[in-house]
T-cell receptor
């Protein structure tokens, strides 16, 4: 079955540091890949997505590239801010018609120090 | 409504009692999903609705769990004879029912079984 593996957390960084959060996946066919974020006290929201190989998703300074050859979708940001402190989830859908159910990784908590 | 609304936001129940959790999706969204977020298991898919029918119930963990959707809108997740392992945050999401489109999540219902 489908699965998503994220690096273990939590991660603590100083403001303006470079961020990489690793994500690899196993799926049949050609999945779409997502990063969702959960800020403290808020619901899950989409951060970025990529629907085919070599696509790059980007939003709020975050980027991730769909790498089919390494089955990866690592999240990067060049300079993190305190406001980026949140839980980050990598996820995929297997493109089975209208059913876009998401398979999630376990999530990683990012804390950014001033 | 403006977003996905879930009620109650918190529910404490005694072991063995039945509970009902409600989800009001974004108006016009034909697809509705229930997920469960727990410390040990991360975020797990429970059930998918397209309109009022549920073509994918593969994530329901036991026959104590059931869900329905009426009028292509509000959905209710029912857990019968609750157990302590049912304690989790239950999340509802909706989207327009097209592959790879963004899912919008509610704030969740935190269920505690004592």
């Amino acid at each position: 079955g489908d699965s998503v593996t994220q690096m273990e957390g939590p991660v603590t960084l100083s403001e303006e540091a470079f961020l990489t959060i690793n994500c690899t996946y196993t799926a049949t066919g050609y999945p779409s890949l997502f990063w969702y974020v959960q800020y403290p006290g808020e619901g899950l929201q989409l951060l970025l997505k990529a629907t085919k190989a070599d696509d790059k998703g980007s939003n709020k300074g975050f980027e991730a590239t769909y790498r089919k050859e390494t089955t990866s979708f690592h999240l990067e940001k060049g300079s993190v801010q305190v406001s980026d402190s949140a839980v980050y989830f990598c996820a995929l859908t297997s493109n089975t018609g209208a059913n876009s159910k998401l398979t999630f990784g376990k999530g990683i908590t990012l804390s950014v120090r001033p | 409504g403006a977003g996905v609304s879930q009620s109650p936001s918190n529910k404490v129940t005694e072991k063995g009692k039945d509970v009902e959790l409600r989800c009001d999706p974004i108006s016009g969204h034909t697809a509705l999903y229930w997920y469960r977020q727990s410390l040990g298991q991360g975020l797990e898919f429970l059930i998918y609705f397209q309109g009022n029918s549920a073509p994918d119930k593969s994530g329901l963990p036991s026959d104590r769990f059931s869900a329905e959707r009426t009028g292509g809108s509000v959905s209710t997740l029912t857990i019968q004879r609750t157990q302590q392992e049912d304690s989790a945050v239950y999340l509802c999401a909706s989207n327009i029912g097209v592959a790879n489109t963004e899912a919008f999540f509610g704030q969740g219902t935190r269920l505690t079984v004592v």
